[in-house]
């Protein structure tokens, strides 16, 4: 009987749901980061609507942001793509930086170096280097740093709602 | 011989009766949450709809005992399972026993005294759960007397505060020393944040059976958290039928009152900024109603009181983001009071007492160096200063037994987590132990594990461990009246290989797993044909290997299952012949489903173990048992209720009995309820 429901149970109940897992939370994270982040004036004009973040790097499972794909923010389209290299990503809002590209930090940040694009990693020492959010984990619980310098770089506004839950980097 | 009971009579009319009940409500139930509620959301949708506030108390699966710093499930050198408070409120578990009976590849067995514990096979009756490592927050628990892992009610901790237990198959020797044999289980338990304020618990079940606990956590400040909790039990018992003893000398084989059980237990976790400090105390005391030893049959003069208690204080610092420090002092007490009738003649009244103190300390440092490599090393001592057992009749009063000793042991260990690519951690550590009554022993562990893509995992795992063989083994005798001493026992050493395949698909999380383990020096109690007393011995080699397969999916409307089944034969090397008590197949599954969300909520757990050999070369047969739990929270505010039917199907088995049984097979509980409340202030 138990196999049973086992096989069929699930079958009434279409499989379309997702685990609940870090990288689940840590996208949710970055989708609500881009309701809190004001970007230069200027950056929205001619009519583009949506708000792009960009996937460089592996180690970060670009699924995870499925379900984010689409979603509003700040009446934008939050939207994700993967970009293989650094050549185009003028069309980035915001870049995450996965934990693959460890060594090559600084040379990315270098690359980037003021562009109004809110940079996000889930790395040990990433906003050190000039990451402006920086996940980790305490406790189980995802937390996150601001390198205040890079974002002000970056000609960035983070709202000061985000600023109060983060860990700040000078 | 049976268990009284009077709810059906007609076995096979109650069981389909029970059975189409069951199968026509879950099939309600799947049902109706798809169809009925159409526009229900499901997690992930419920995740976006989170704000940041929210989204930081989002607890994550992560795991610390496999390698004594946290990482995640995956990237754990060992088979890990995990299991929660919620999982202990959705099952209606009642003790730590019932919750490793949960868990993939374990089985257990109870001789209406202690629980004993089964893993890949090795569960030879007569041993005290000495091959599995038992930790509460990283502390040793189990004795230095018998080395017990203790399960049942006489585990320290009302199962009530545990956070979360981590479950790891396999030796991890190479960090913990002796006993982390065939796996470790290692406790968390709640902090005072967790309980916020107070909470009143109140348990009545079958056979007379109560529990009250009170508990009181709270979290002053960033700084500062404490948790005071106690917890008072007592079940009456049952009536219980042994066909061994069916004869008008011995009330025709019924045991009656000779079941009674009662434990207090006491605990407090306090934290003052990195300092954490942690104390536990029980006393449990139970009739032995099955005449072990060739006790008199239905008293309750023959009982065991076990009392334990440890002290731990624990300093943790992060020195930087790579580094951190954690050291630890302890202070551990046991004692054990038996109690036995025997007709020697005269009717006397034999005692066998033990008692074990020890304190100790603990140092580890991590670090991560170039980068890529995360290292763990670490120094434990411990100081036995009180190993003593004791075994005399009380009136006319003859000593058999009187051993006083003390000893000491320490180890020291290393671990490298080396990230040589991104998809490809090694993991090898190495620690040597002393003991004052062995040579050293040194034990190693590899593993590689490799992440082809981003939701598969595959380890390859390689392991040593080592178990010495504790006071009771070396030292115990009656005074060669039944059982004689061998202080020449070895340790016993074990290796072990193992492929683990984890799997994420959709909301599937699937593991596959091979194993092969292979035992030298196997200690187990034997009868020396020349005298014919009970002897401990270090028997030939035995093996064991199978696999395992478990997969567990979350579903729409918080629906989750899970399902797994193991495959193993543990054989004697020399004669190819199956190990007693050890069966070839378990199959555990269960179903939590919503019924209103939040508020009410089924638990419904399937064990089922395979027959089992006897020590009379005779089986236990096996047995499917159910249970289930209704839950019901937040229909008041702060009162949770619960209702557990066990073996709900009223399914008649039991387990094998060790050699000082007359029994062969030990027969368990038939149909029991509990109802659960619990207050929250």
């Known amino acids: 009987m138990f196999i049973f429901l086992f096989f069929f149970g699930g079958q009434f109940c279409r499989a379309d749901s997702q685990k609940f897992g870090e990288y689940e939370v840590k996208a949710a994270f970055i989708y609500n980061f881009a309701k809190f982040v004001t970007w230069p004036e200027g950056r929205f004009k001619g009519g583009k609507s949506t708000i792009d973040l960009c996937v460089y790097g592996s180690g970060f499972p670009v699924n995870a942001f499925d379900y984010f794909n689409g979603k509003t923010a700040q009446g934008y389209i939050f939207k994700t793509k993967r970009i293989k290299n650094l050549s185009n990503i003028d069309g980035c809002d915001m870049l995450y930086i996965g934990p693959s590209e460890r060594y090559q930090i600084t040379q990315i940040i270098n690359t980037i170096k003021n562009m109004p694009i809110l940079t996000i990693g889930d790395t040990e020492g990433f906003a050190e280097k000039g990451v402006i959010i920086n996940l980790y984990m305490e406790d189980d619980k995802v937390r996150f740093e601001i390198n205040i310098n890079a974002c002000k770089k970056a000609g960035l506004v983070i709202s000061s709602q985000l600023l109060k839950l983060a860990r700040i980097i000078q | ?681």
């Open chain 2, 1 to 681: 011989m049976g268990v009284r009971h009077n709810f059906f009579n007609n076995e096979s009319l109650k069981r389909s009766i029970l059975i189409s009940f069951l199968s026509v409500l879950l099939t309600i139930f799947l049902q109706h949450f798809c169809y009925g509620l159409e526009k229900e959301e499901d997690p992930l949708s419920k995740l976006a709809r989170l704000n940041l506030e929210d989204l930081m108390n989002i607890k994550v699966e992560t795991v610390y005992s496999a390698s004594k710093f946290i990482q995640k499930t995956t990237e754990a050198p060992s088979h890990v399972s995990i299991i929660t408070s919620s999982d202990i409120k959705r099952y209606g578990y009642r003790r730590l026993a019932d919750v490793i009976n949960s868990v993939s590849g374990f089985y257990i067995s109870h001789d209406r005294n202690y629980h004993y514990l089964g893993v890949r096979g090795f569960s030879p009756p007569g041993d005290c759960n000495t091959r599995i490592l038992l930790l509460i927050d990283g502390h040793r628990i189990n004795d230095n007397i018998y080395n017990t892992a203790y399960i049942g009610n006489e585990f320290i901790l009302d199962v009530d505060l545990i956070d979360r237990i981590e479950v790891i198959r396999g030796p991890s020797s190479s960090i913990y020393g002796s006993n982390a044999f065939l796996g470790i289980i290692n406790i968390i338990t709640k902090r005072g944040k967790d309980i916020n304020k107070m909470e009143i618990s109140a348990e009545a079940g079958s056979f007379d059976t109560y529990k009250n606990r009170l508990t009181f956590g709270r979290e002053f400040n960033k700084n500062m958290d404490v948790l005071i909790s106690a917890s008072f039990f007592k079940s009456h018992g049952q009536s219980l039928y042994y066909k061994e003893f069916d004869n008008l000398a011995t009330n025709n084989g019924w045991a009656d009152g000779a079941d009674g059980e009662r434990y207090n237990s006491f605990f407090i976790n306090t934290r003052y900024r990195d300092f954490n400090l942690q104390g536990a105390y029980i006393t449990r005391e139970k009739i032995i109603p099955t005449a072990p030893w060739g006790t008199e049959f239905n008293t309750h003069m023959t009982n065991t009181t076990d009392t334990y208690g440890y002290l731990n204080l624990k300093f943790k610092k992060d020195v930087d983001k790579d580094t951190s420090f954690i050291s630890r002092l302890f202070y551990n007490h046991y004692y054990y009071d038996g109690n036995y009738l025997l007709n020697r003649p005269p009717l006397v009244r034999t005692k066998d007492q033990a008692w074990g103190k020890s304190w100790g300390a603990e140092l580890q440092y991590n670090r991560r160096v170039f980068e890529k490599h995360l290292i763990a090393s670490g120094f434990e001592y411990q100081d036995n200063f009180l190993q003593k057992q004791r075994n005399y009749d009380e009136s006319p009063y003859v000593i058999y037994l009187n051993d006083r000793r003390n000893s000491n042991q320490w180890g020291i260990f290393l671990q490298d987590e080396f990230t040589v690519f991104d998809n490809l951690v090694l993991n090898a550590g190495i620690r040597h132990d002393y003991f004052k009554f062995f040579n050293g022993n040194t034990s190693t562990r590899a593993a590689l594990i490799y992440k082809p893509l981003e939701k598969t995992a595959l380890k390859f795992l390689y392991g040593e461990a080592f178990r010495v063989p504790n006071m009771y083994e070396l030292y115990y005798n009656d005074g060669n009246l039944t059982q004689k001493a061998n202080p020449d026992l070895d340790p016993e050493k074990i290796k072990t290989y193992e492929i683990v395949l984890e799997q994420y698909y959709k909301n599937l999380q699937l593991s596959l797993s091979g194993f092969y383990y292979k035992v030298k020096n196997l200690i187990a109690l034997t009868t020396d044909a020349s005298d014919g007393l009970l002897v401990f011995r270090n028997k030939d080699e035995a093996e064991a290997k199978g696999i395992e397969f478990e997969v567990h999916g979350k579903w729409q409307y918080n629906i989750e299952t899970k399902l797994n089944y193991t495959f193993q034969q543990a054989t004697d090397k020399n004669t190819g012949r199956l190990l007693v008590n050890s069966p070839r197949h378990l199959v555990k599954s269960n179903f939590f489903i919503p019924i209103i969300e939040n508020k009410l909520s089924g638990g419904l757990g399937f064990e089922y173990s395979g027959k089992r050999k006897t020590l009379g070369g005779r089986y236990a047969g096996g047995a499917l048992i159910t249970n289930l739990n209704l839950l019901s929270q937040n229909i008041l505010k702060g009162l949770e209720i619960s209702g557990t039917i066990y073996n709900i199907l009223d399914k008649k088995y039991g387990f094998p009995a060790s050699g000082e049984h007359t029994q062969q097979v030990i027969e368990q509980d038939g149909r029991c309820f509990r109802l659960k409340l619990t207050c929250l202030f």
